[in-house]
């Protein structure tokens, strides 16, 4: 029996798995408790326990993806660095967005580094090095070291963390350890990025082994990376970055395992937003550049996602200027009006009756504020911020009797802005209850808001919608279209066209079948997954604007938490051959000094066979000590008069296997 969990921006998942029968025994849900994601996770694993009826001690493996490392990174909360950066030139700091990734944090310059064949530039003074961390390492929790070259020779990194280790004792990234391929700057940005999230996911992996441990669960944990992999919770703590973009790569993998399709356009789709993807032969297309998180251009391989602001949980706004029902849709998430209804029934009813008794629609009509933790957020604000928590009175208000000014009514948006308050209103999760097409809120309460929102007024003057139902179809038809567009400009991209191309008027007019002369289709080539607990509810008919073949699996609404328990240890190892001159061959293996050959075929086996070892070292220390492997060799020649000069080559090894189990 295995374990999966994954933490969403909404829930947190939890998977009971039978390895031998390849089956989902249970699943359970808890809210995701962002300011302790522990509490949440703790309720997830008690939850499909209990639900499964299994003993704690048969659990044989447990598998984690999380959104933390993304999160501190999007929402700039990751910890204070110092980046040691060697051998570049004074403007490193304004290349590859390294100065914005730093920000206020400092940066200590040093001559050295090497050339592209391995060769030291200069010597690294490493007196000035220690002489400047004393005056540092008060102020920062860890350290990323950058040198020139240091994938063709780490030697500077490496003195450089002896020293940083001996004087400060802290946490130290060094770059070569995140990547093997050129771009210093740009290793640099991701050597910080993961120093800064060593302790936030060192904490997440104490708290959760802790809490497994007290439920009797002795069984080893993975982490789920930003391409769809496994690897161990020790392996991880030293490359967290590694972890970003993990709940994404999870549900890819957990839906070509649940459907069985090798080729697809896979769309999950949340209360905040819809991640889409492409599946190939059975594996996640991977990002060419890297990974991007919080405006970071990274050198961490995840899957190439694109993130659309919309979920079942977007505000849905009408565009005023308009004639008729204009919608708009997201980006914001709110609590839908249905699902606050079963936590304060009284109020939000009483609320609604009130407002639908009004002979005119208010702007605020149908809006209700939240705050969590309210008398202690009370306490760190000042002035107007604070009278707005004041003036609600209670954890829950109506908006529109606690926004008495407009002054407050902008208060409160930046107030929702920094997650003080929340806004619950009319959404697509609302609109959904109305038609029928979920059933796990009040539907009640999503009648009356709809029948509220019907009321609004268009440019003219009149009525967006002639009734609730109306309005609620409306809603979920823009959801659809939206969707239908979004997953279409994935599609595109995938197939090298810009992702705009969606919204060129031929591509358009196929969509609504408006051509009659013509004959125009735009569609999808592969079939559309959906997965997230909304899924059934929208996709089968996305696939129908697409023209696709719907596949909606079992489990949908948990399809990360299986992707990453059923998930496969894979890493990659790289090492480049140089020509330092014709007939030399310098194999630049990670962690050593270049060692020269004069025959390429006797380089290429002793690269390979360090290679092997380096691997096996790893994939131990990752959790899968069993694996297989496979190479490609990729080779740069030049045209010298009719004959092929050899001057560089690079070999990478890959291995793959599954996690060993406790027992």
């Not at 003993?55 to 110092?82: F, M, Q, W, Y």
Request: charge should be negative; charged fraction near 15%; proline fraction near 4%.
């Amino acid at each position: 029996m295995l374990l999966g969990i994954d933490t969403g921006g909404t829930y947190t998942d939890a998977v009971i798995y039978d390895e031998a029968a390849e089956q989902v025994v249970a699943t359970a849900k808890a809210p995701t408790t962002h300011h302790d994601l522990a509490i949440g996770i703790c309720a997830a694993i008690d939850a499909v326990l209990a639900s499964a009826v299994v003993a704690p001690e048969r659990i044989e493996l447990v598998s984690l993806s999380t959104t933390l490392a993304t999160n501190a990174l999007v929402e700039g909360k990751g910890r204070p660095v110092c980046a040691v950066i060697i051998g570049f030139d004074g403007d490193v700091l304004e290349r590859a967005g390294l100065g914005e990734a730093l920000g206020a944090d400092p940066a200590i310059i040093l001559a050295g580094g090497h050339d592209p064949h391995g060769n030291a530039v200069a010597p690294l003074d490493v007196e000035a090095l220690a002489e400047a961390l004393a005056g540092i390492a008060d102020r920062v929790e860890a350290f990323a070291v950058t040198s020139q070259f240091s994938v063709r020779n780490p030697q500077h990194e490496l003195q450089a963390a002896a020293v940083v280790r001996a004087v400060t004792g802290k946490p130290v990234t060094l770059s070569h350890h995140l990547s093997a391929r050129l771009n210093g700057p740009k290793r640099a940005v991701t050597a910080v990025l993961n120093a800064r999230l060593v302790s936030i996911i060192a904490g997440l992996v104490g708290t959760t082994e802790a809490a497994l441990l007290a439920r009797g669960v002795h069984a080893p944990l993975m982490v789920v990376r930003g391409d769809g992999s496994l690897v161990s919770a020790a392996f991880v703590s030293e490359r967290p970055i590694e972890t970003i973009l993990s709940g994404p790569a999870a549900s890819l993998v957990g839906a070509a395992h649940l459907t069985g399709v090798r080729d697809a356009v896979i769309a999950d789709i949340g209360g905040t937003t819809t991640d889409i993807a492409v599946l190939r032969d059975g594996v996640p297309i991977i990002s060419a550049d890297g990974a991007t998180v919080g405006g970071h251009q990274t050198m961490v391989s995840a899957v190439a996602m694109r993130t659309h602001g919309l979920g079942g949980d977007s505000l849905v706004r009408h565009d005023d200027r308009a004639v008729g029902a204009v919608l708009r849709l997201g980006p914001r998430k709110v609590i839908p009006i249905c699902q606050l209804a079963v936590e304060e029934p009284a109020l939000v009813h009483a609320m609604l009756d009130h407002q639908l008794g009004s002979p005119m629609p208010g702007d605020l009509d149908g809006v209700l504020l939240v705050a969590e933790h309210r008398q202690q957020r009370m306490a760190d604000l000042e002035g107007v911020e604070r009278s707005v928590l004041e003036a609600m009175g209670g954890r829950v208000a109506v908006a529109s009797t606690a926004l008495a000014t407009m002054q407050l009514r902008r208060v409160m948006e930046r107030l929702v802005q920094r997650g003080v308050l929340q806004v619950a209103a009319f959404s697509p999760t609302d609109a959904a209850h109305v038609l029928g097409l979920q059933a796990t809120y009040d539907d009640a309460a999503a009648a009356k808001a709809a029948e509220l929102f019907a009321r609004r007024r268009d440019r003219l003057g009149k009525a967006i919608a002639v009734d609730g139902h109306s309005l609620a179809q409306a809603t979920i038809d823009t959801l659809v279209r939206r969707s239908a567009e979004a997953v279409l400009a994935a599609a595109f991209v995938h197939d090298g066209l810009p992702a705009e191309t969606v919204h060129q008027q031929v591509v358009q007019a196929a969509i609504d079948h408006r051509f009659s002369a013509a004959t125009v289709t735009v569609g999808l080539g592969s079939p559309l997954v959906g997965l997230g607990a909304s899924a059934p509810a929208y996709y089968p008919m996305v696939a129908a604007l697409l023209g696709a073949k719907s596949l909606v699996p079992a489990h949908a609404a948990v399809a990360n938490a299986v992707g990453a328990v059923v998930g496969r240890v894979r890493l990659s190892h790289e090492c480049v051959v140089s020509a330092p001159h014709q007939g030399q061959f310098l194999v630049h293996v990670a962690g050593e000094q270049p060692v020269l050959f004069t025959d390429l075929a006797v380089a290429r086996e002793f690269a390979y066979e360090h290679l092997l070892a380096a691997l096996s070292t790893d994939m131990a220390a990752a959790g899968a000590p069993v694996f297989e492997t496979s190479q490609r060799w990729r080779e740069q020649t030049v045209d010298l008069g009719g004959a092929e000069m050899f001057v560089e080559g690079s070999l990478t090894l890959t291995a793959s296997g599954r996690p060993e189990l406790a027992h």
